[in-house]
C-alpha cells in the first residue's frame, strides 16, 4: 500500500504539471473578439514599440520559443493567428526573451551556450551508460566502469543544470516582462489578468515537470546501476 502512494506521488510529481499546463492553455484558449489582434501581430508590435533590432516573428511546429541566435520569435500556428488570452500571453512571454537578450541578460546568454553542450551530453550520456556495465565486465577493472558511469550520469546533470538556470529566467520573461506589458498597455483587462498570470505560472511549470523527470531518470538509472 504504501510503495503504490509512493508511485502515485512520484507519477502525479512528473505528470501533475504537464497535465496542469494543457488544462490551462485549452481552458483560456477560445477567441475573444475584444482583444484587438492575434498572438502574432501583438509579437510584432511589441518588438517595434521596444524597438528590438533584427527581431523576426514567424510560425514553427517545434513549440513557443524565443531564439536568441537567430533572433526569432516563434510561435505555434494557434497562438500566432488567435486572439485568445493563451495567445498574447505566450507571445508577450517570447517577446520578453528578445526584451532579455536586448537587455544583455546574462542568464539567458549563459544559457545559450549550455545548452548545445548539455543537449550533446545528454545524447551520449544513455549510450554511455548501457555500455559501462559491459566494459566493466570485460575489462575486470573498476575503474573505466567508474569513469563511464560518471561520464554517463553527467549527461542528466547538465541537464538539471539547464533546468535551474531556465526557470528564474522564464519568471522573469513572464512577469517582470509579459504580464507588466500586458496590463501596463492595456492589451488585456483587469478582469483578464488573473487568467494570464496562470497562463504565464502554467508555462513555466513545464520546466519544473522535464526537471523532475530528467531527476526520476537519474534515480532510475542509479538504482539499476547498484544492483550490477
Do not use: C
Not at 1 to 24: D, E, H, Q, R, T
Not at 73 to 96: C, D, M, N
Not at 207 to 225: E, F, M, Q, T
Request: hydrophobic fraction near 50%.
Amino acid at each position: 500500500m504504501i510503495l503504490l502512494a509512493g508511485v502515485l506521488i512520484v507519477l502525479a510529481l512528473i505528470f501533475g504539471p504537464s497535465l496542469w499546463v494543457k488544462f490551462v492553455m485549452s481552458r483560456y484558449s477560445s477567441q475573444l473578439p475584444e482583444i484587438a489582434g492575434t498572438g502574432g501581430e501583438l509579437a510584432k508590435h511589441l518588438i517595434q514599440q521596444f524597438s528590438l533590432k533584427d527581431v523576426k516573428v514567424e510560425i514553427t511546429e517545434q513549440g513557443d520559443h524565443y531564439d536568441p541566435i537567430e533572433k526569432k520569435v516563434r510561435l505555434v500556428r494557434e497562438h500566432y493567428e488567435s486572439k485568445s488570452l493563451t495567445a498574447i500571453a505566450i507571445a508577450a512571454h517570447e517577446v520578453g526573451h528578445a526584451i532579455q537578450d536586448q537587455q544583455g541578460d546574462k542568464r539567458l546568454a549563459s544559457r545559450t551556450k549550455m545548452i548545445p553542450i548539455a543537449n550533446m551530453v545528454a545524447r551520449w550520456s544513455v549510450a554511455i551508460i548501457s555500455l559501462s556495465p559491459i566494459i566493466g565486465i570485460i575489462t575486470r577493472h573498476p575503474m573505466p566502469f567508474s569513469v563511464l558511469l560518471f561520464l554517463g550520469l553527467s549527461g542528466f546533470i547538465a541537464r538539471m543544470m539547464i533546468h535551474a538556470v531556465t526557470l528564474p529566467i522564464e519568471y522573469d520573461a513572464s512577469f517582470s516582462k509579459a504580464l507588466p506589458i500586458l496590463r501596463e498597455g492595456n492589451y488585456i483587462s483587469q478582469d483578464n489578468e488573473k487568467a494570464v498570470s496562470r497562463i504565464l505560472n502554467a508555462a513555466a511549470l513545464t520546466y519544473v515537470s522535464a526537471a523532475l523527470a530528467d531527476i526520476l531518470n537519474l534515480g532510475r538509472w542509479l538504482v539499476i546501476l547498484s544492483r550490477r
